[in-house]
């Protein structure tokens, strides 16, 4: 990518865009029996898991607006990069109180960094964008959402290399990522990206070797994890970084570790590859 491109894609730095949801019960009772979870069934005042609002506020672009890969045509809110291959890349989140079932809740979002870096398979362009959402109690969460875009892989390039993950877990769940567990989450997040159910596609086009497991999905199963056993704490804040595609074709693992006030979390995929890497702070 050359200079005028990046300085076109840096004019997005600082657009805001404001949006308003009602936090519904079905979402919620939605994601629970995903998930396999004996939640009780929501009700007005109940208060949202972390990372559940992602439930909410999801992209409602309309059908002739989507381009090939499934997502919304370039542009917009978000900035047009003109590489093929868009992922999440990670986030922090401030939990600063609940959000609860029956709540209108506005979400502002603002374009707080575009960066262009090179990486051994091609250009990569990150865009964070920062998410405050109220109630009208008052500022609930605050987020920092990381997108990278990069190119296809040119034939014959190195893949990167992976990194072990860790072996020292006090608790972990196996996860066996099947097609129907993905399209659930893709349809409760209205997330229309290909790689996620359209085994042709990703294969096919973007070369993949199966279905990618939403890397949203892996954060929410890491902090699943963590409310699974140590169900009387409350997190604070956390941040996750997705290190490696994680694929339908194999399970792979959620694991945790406690240390004080401080929880590490991670993903590790059946060849015993770090896939992602989380850090919570509870209480």
Same mark, same amino acid.
């Given at each position: 990518?050359?200079?005028?491109?990046?300085?076109? +894609?840096?004019?997005?730095?600082?657009? @805001?865009?404001? $949006?308003?949801?009602?936090?519904?019960?079905? =979402?919620?009772? /939605?994601?629970?029996?995903?998930?396999? $979870?004996?939640? =009780?069934?929501?009700?007005?005042?109940?208060?949202?898991?972390? +990372?559940?609002?992602? +439930?909410?506020?999801?992209?409602?672009?309309?059908?002739?607006?989507?381009?090939?890969?499934?997502?919304?045509?370039?542009?917009?809110?978000?900035?047009?990069?003109?590489?093929?291959? $868009?992922?999440?890349?990670?986030?922090?989140?401030?939990?600063?109180?609940?959000?609860?079932?029956?709540?209108?809740?506005?979400?502002? @979002?603002?374009?707080?960094?575009?960066?262009?870096?090179?990486?051994?398979?091609?250009?990569?362009?990150?865009?964070?964008?920062? #998410?405050? *959402?109220?109630?009208?109690?008052?500022?609930?969460?605050?987020?920092? #959402?990381?997108?990278?875009?990069?190119?296809?892989?040119?034939?014959?390039? =190195?893949?990167?290399?992976?990194?072990?993950?860790? $072996?020292?877990?006090?608790?972990?769940?196996?996860?066996?990522?099947? =097609?129907?567990? +993905?399209?659930?989450? @893709? /349809?409760?997040?209205?997330?229309?990206?290909?790689?996620?159910?359209?085994?042709?596609?990703?294969?096919?086009?973007?070369?993949?070797?199966?279905?990618?497991?939403?890397?949203?999905?892996?954060?929410?199963?890491?902090?699943?994890? *963590?409310?699974?056993?140590?169900?009387?704490? @409350?997190?604070?804040?956390?941040?996750?970084? /997705?290190?490696?595609?994680?694929?339908?074709?194999?399970?792979?693992?959620?694991?945790?570790?406690?240390?004080?006030?401080?929880?590490?979390?991670?993903?590790?995929?059946?060849?015993?590859?770090?896939?992602?890497?989380?850090?919570?702070?509870?209480?």
């Amino acid at each position: 990518m050359n200079t005028p491109d990046l300085n076109h +894609l840096r004019d997005w730095i600082g657009r @805001s865009e404001t $949006r308003q949801d009602l936090l519904t019960a079905t =979402p919620v009772a /939605a994601l629970s029996a995903t998930l396999d $979870r004996d939640d =009780p069934a929501p009700v007005p005042g109940t208060a949202l898991p972390p +990372l559940w609002h992602w +439930l909410y506020f999801t992209p409602l672009t309309r059908h002739s607006e989507i381009g090939e890969d499934g997502h919304a045509k370039r542009g917009g809110f978000l900035p047009p990069v003109p590489l093929p291959r $868009r992922m999440w890349a990670g986030g922090r989140l401030d939990f600063l109180q609940h959000l609860r079932v029956g709540e209108s809740v506005q979400r502002v @979002s603002t374009i707080k960094d575009v960066t262009v870096k090179e990486g051994r398979s091609g250009a990569l362009v990150f865009v964070c964008v920062r #998410h405050e *959402l109220s109630s009208t109690r008052g500022l609930a969460l605050s987020e920092e #959402h990381d997108i990278v875009y990069r190119d296809a892989p040119a034939p014959g390039a =190195p893949a990167p290399e992976p990194t072990a993950a860790p $072996r020292d877990e006090q608790f972990s769940r196996e996860i066996v990522p099947d =097609p129907v567990l +993905l399209f659930r989450y @893709s /349809a409760l997040t209205f997330n229309g990206h290909r790689i996620h159910y359209d085994r042709s596609y990703v294969t096919g086009v973007e070369g993949y070797p199966g279905l990618i497991v939403h890397g949203p999905l892996i954060a929410t199963l890491l902090l699943d994890l *963590l409310r699974r056993n140590l169900p009387d704490a @409350s997190v604070k804040r956390f941040s996750f970084k /997705a290190v490696r595609p994680t694929f339908d074709i194999h399970p792979f693992t959620v694991c945790g570790k406690v240390d004080g006030k401080t929880v590490t979390l991670w993903g590790r995929d059946h060849e015993g590859w770090l896939t992602m890497q989380g850090s919570a702070e509870i209480e």
